[in-house]
């Protein structure tokens, strides 16, 4: 009976801000008992309920022009402002959550190629001429 009390309790907090149609409501109180036997039982996996799937496979997530979002499926250049804004993910959370790997792009290839050619167009990355000049002074007071 202790088991139906907390699975009420949980029923009705989790309902009074979550819209659950009445004839759900004996199968959320039995999920939410079966949850709480299971963890009294010592079973953690009872805790866990269907795997979730991604939106696309991961395989086709990734194209030159566009990466889509794994958990909701929409599209974008960059994935790292929607996946704090909509998911609050950090990057590596959500490689995390969907076990991809370390490498996995942020960014879509063609639009990292764009940014890439930006920044090589306006000097990014290089060293500038007062730097050489210093260096060219260092060589030479050492020699």
Not at 31 to 40: E, F, I
Not at 88 to 114: F, N, Q, T
Request: proline share 6%; aromatic share 6%.
């Amino acid at each position: 009976m202790e088991f139906l009390n907390f699975a009420a309790r949980i029923t009705a907090a989790y309902t009074a801000s979550n819209r659950v149609p009445t004839s759900l409501l004996p199968e959320v109180v039995r999920d939410v008992t079966h949850v709480l036997r299971g963890l009294a039982n010592g079973h953690a996996e009872s805790t866990m309920g269907p795997a979730r799937r991604p939106a696309v496979p991961a395989g086709q997530s990734v194209t030159p022009d566009c990466i889509t979002c794994l958990d909701c499926g929409k599209r974008y250049r960059t994935l790292r402002r929607h996946l704090k804004a909509a998911h609050a993910l950090s990057p590596e959370g959500y490689r995390r959550k969907w076990g991809l790997s370390a490498d996995y792009p942020m960014v879509a290839p063609r639009y990292a190629e764009v940014r890439a050619a930006v920044a090589r167009n306006i000097g990014l990355g290089r060293l500038g001429a007062n730097h050489r000049r210093r260096a060219a002074l260092a060589r030479r007071s050492a020699a």
